[in-house]
């Protein structure tokens, strides 16, 4: 039942799972779509300081390069978000696979930097956004398990309409 639950046959604006599962996706596809604009439109201050990025050591081309891969990114992550909210306003059958996909998104980005790891900033390992992202994981997942889990009672979130 629960990959019917995360492939629906029907994308309806019927959510499948337990309710809080809905109001965590919010929360979640805030967060993203937050970390989204801020680091499209704002790359080097975000990648300085958020990921403690050392743009003072590279040469001013080499830290444009980087800035301007931060940013498409960073693009990338807000269009992720945006499904999101699209999932959550019209479709919201769609959220349990939308859970999945932020998470693959996340995991694959960890493996991608144990292979390909970032010279950073000595602080950025404790870092506020650091914390952020972490807690934006575990409230996905978190997310992702009560989207899967079956209704309690009658209540709902959305219509068929």
């Known amino acids: 039942m629960s990959m019917l639950r995360l492939f629906p046959r029907n994308i309806d604006n019927v959510y499948p799972g337990y309710w809080p599962g809905a109001w965590i996706f919010g929360l979640v596809v805030a967060g993203r779509l937050a970390m989204g604009i801020n680091g499209t439109f704002n790359p080097a201050f975000?990648?300085?300081?958020?990921?403690?990025?050392?743009?003072?050591?590279?040469?001013?081309?080499?830290?444009?390069?980087?800035?301007?891969?931060?940013?498409?990114?960073?693009?990338?992550?807000?269009?992720?978000?945006?499904?999101?909210?699209?999932?959550?306003?019209?479709?919201?059958?769609?959220?349990?696979?939308?859970?999945?996909?932020?998470?693959?998104?996340?995991?694959?980005?960890?493996?991608?930097?144990?292979?390909?790891?970032?010279?950073?900033?000595?602080?950025?390992?404790?870092?506020?956004?650091?914390?952020?992202?972490?807690g934006l994981l575990a409230l996905t997942a978190l997310g992702f398990v009560l989207s899967l889990m079956p209704k309690s009672g009658n209540a709902s979130v959305g219509s068929a309409a």
């Open 46 to 134: 975000v990648a300085a300081n958020a990921d403690g990025i050392p743009f003072s050591t590279y040469p001013a081309p080499a830290a444009q390069t980087v800035i301007a891969l931060f940013a498409l990114l960073s693009l990338l992550n807000l269009m992720l978000a945006v499904l999101g909210a699209v999932a959550l306003i019209r479709y919201r059958a769609m959220i349990p696979f939308v859970f999945l996909l932020f998470l693959a998104r996340s995991f694959a980005g960890y493996a991608v930097l144990a292979v390909h790891p970032l010279v950073s900033t000595a602080s950025s390992s404790a870092s506020s956004g650091s914390a952020f992202v972490l």
